[in-house]
């Protein structure tokens, strides 16, 4: 289980790849149905690579097949394995009606309905699919209702409703309250356009222009759209509280969503938080570099993190959130005495030494393990800071235990004895340089920590990770051995990495990872 928890965490996550450079394609016609003041949508203008699903699909069907011996499904979930089976390529899903290569939008008709379109091969053929999936469940479909020469299945649930229909080679569902769903439906089925509609495709090229999306997956959060109907679904609020609301969520004006790249060899994605520009000069300030990170990175690590920032230039930046939000709950009445009591306790100086620190790297290079026992092991870990022997000065006066260690704040890395019993031989080394207080175990990271020592920044985003997956699976594998069905999806994952740093926008979180 350990292995498929660090697989389904790799395939979530989201190296910057920078501006898109490529043509935008034209948009699908199923875009002439998102309204253009939408306040989310993700969508595609170029349909993922079918190889792409055939490799996610060879890979996770062993585990899916066996957990539905050990735990059966509900019939419906066997229905519709049963009717995909042997049919996962280009003829065989069309034979089901469905679009080998469909495209997709997902957006709000306001703040609801949530409505979802994917291309179809053929209605009718689909609508067969469907029919026969209810056959090998047990089940009776409803009789479809209509509006405007256009069938849809309706299901009422508590004070939700959902709605499914098969129309203009798309399959529709849409999800919200029964009375937004009656309001919407002519939209919801197509039968009306809006009458602002994204049918060209410029809002959401914007996005993939600017950000460097690409167009298989692009989208957005339009914040202050958002603000305004959920403030509309709750009811009419004073004007000032809604001034203040609006004013802040202006600070973060919109968040960018998409992947680079979705193929059988790569999965590259990000998230792009648009920050007011004295927000985003403030995050930037706080940046810092860091010695001996780029040869952390450089390396062929199981797993290393790292990243500049003063923590004490992030103590103040999150006091001004506080106090921001803080002033937001008054003028609309709101119970704020927690922010505030946040905000006093962000306001205090960090306490030495944490103030002093401005970065760190870690990296385990290697981990031998015997059975479930490690036999050797290989790795880093660097605390950065403006002056590294003041950081220890005060480090040794917190843990006298330090001083005993025989670490001399010389730029020097200096072997020391273990000061706990360790169950294999291991040579550490520990040292504190002009920027950087360093240990390491064994000989890669012992010429990483040589490097840091030298005092040699390396110019460092705020956080960036690297991991192997193979290597990771192994080490998994010995610690908590699972059945070989899972074999295919642990090889599919290559090396993946992941940072976070300040852009020309704001906050960008982009995340590469290989597909073998």
């Known amino acids: ?230 403030g509309a679904a709750f009811g009419p609020a004073p004007a000032d509280c809604m001034a203040a609301i609006d004013q802040l969520a202006g600070r973060v004006p919109g968040i960018a969503v998409g992947y680079r790249e979705i193929s059988a ?25 860091v010695p001996g990170l780029d040869a952390v990175l450089a390396g062929d690590p199981v797993f290393a993190m790292g990243g500049g920032m003063s923590l004490d230039a992030m103590r103040a930046l999150g006091q001004r959130a506080a106090e921001a939000i803080a002033g937001v709950g008054e003028v609309c009445h709101a119970p704020v005495r927690k922010l505030h009591e946040i905000a006093d306790r962000l306001a205090e100086k960090l306490p030495a030494p944490l103030d002093q620190i401005t970065g760190g790297a870690m990296a385990v290079e290697a981990l031998d393990m015997a059975g479930d026992k490690p036999r050797a092991f290989d790795g880093f870990s660097l605390v950065a800071a403006g002056s590294a022997p003041a950081l220890y000065a005060e480090l040794v006066r917190e843990l006298p235990m330090l001083g005993k260690l025989g670490i001399a704040a010389d730029g020097t890395l200096h072997e020391i004895a273990a000061p706990f019993p360790l169950p294999f031989p291991l040579q550490l080394y520990a040292g504190v340089g002009p920027h950087a207080l360093v240990i390491a175990a064994g000989p890669r990271s012992h010429d990483i920590a040589q490097r840091a020592l030298a005092g040699h920044a390396a110019k460092a985003p705020l956080f960036v990770a690297s991991y192997d997956y193979p290597r990771l699976f192994a080490l998994a594998a010995a610690l908590s051995p699972v059945g070989s069905e899972t074999d295919a999806f642990t090889r599919m994952l290559g090396r993946a990495t992941m940072t976070m740093d300040i852009d020309d926008r704001g906050l960008a979180i982009w995340s590469d990872i290989e597909l073998r």
Not at 266 to 289: C, F, I, M, N, T
């Open 265 to 289: 060899r790569r999965l590259v994605g990000g998230v792009v938080v648009e920050l007011a520009p004295d927000l985003r000069r403030a995050l930037a300030s706080a940046k810092r570099d």
């Open 1 to 230: 289980m350990l292995r498929i928890a660090i697989a389904l965490v790799a395939l979530a996550a989201c190296g910057q790849p920078g501006r898109s450079t490529l043509p935008v394609p034209p948009a699908p016609p199923l875009f002439a149905s998102i309204p253009a003041d939408t306040p989310y949508v993700v969508a595609s203008f170029q349909a993922v690579p079918l190889e792409y699903w055939q490799k996610i699909q060879a890979a996770v069907a062993p585990i899916v097949e066996r957990a539905m011996v050990e735990r059966p499904q509900s019939p419906v979930v066997a229905a519709i394995a049963a009717e995909l089976a042997g049919k996962w390529n280009a003829a065989g899903l069309a034979s089901l009606g469905i679009n080998p290569s469909p495209r997709f939008a997902v957006y709000g008709l306001g703040l609801e309905p949530v409505v979802a379109r994917v291309e179809i091969a053929d209605e009718q053929a689909l609508l067969a699919t469907i029919q026969r999936i209810a056959s090998r469940a047990g089940l009776t479909l409803p009789p479809q209702h209509t509006l405007g020469g256009r069938g849809y299945w309706r299901f009422d649930s508590g004070d939700g409703t959902m709605v499914i229909a098969l129309a203009d080679k798309q399959l529709v569902v849409a999800y919200g309250k029964p009375a937004r769903i009656d309001a919407t439906l002519p939209l919801v089925l197509g039968a009306e356009k809006p009458a602002r509609n994204m049918a060209d495709g410029s809002q959401l090229a914007a996005v993939i222009e600017r950000d460097g999306m690409g167009p298989e997956m692009v989208g957005y959060v339009d914040t202050r759209k958002l603000v305004d109907e959920i």
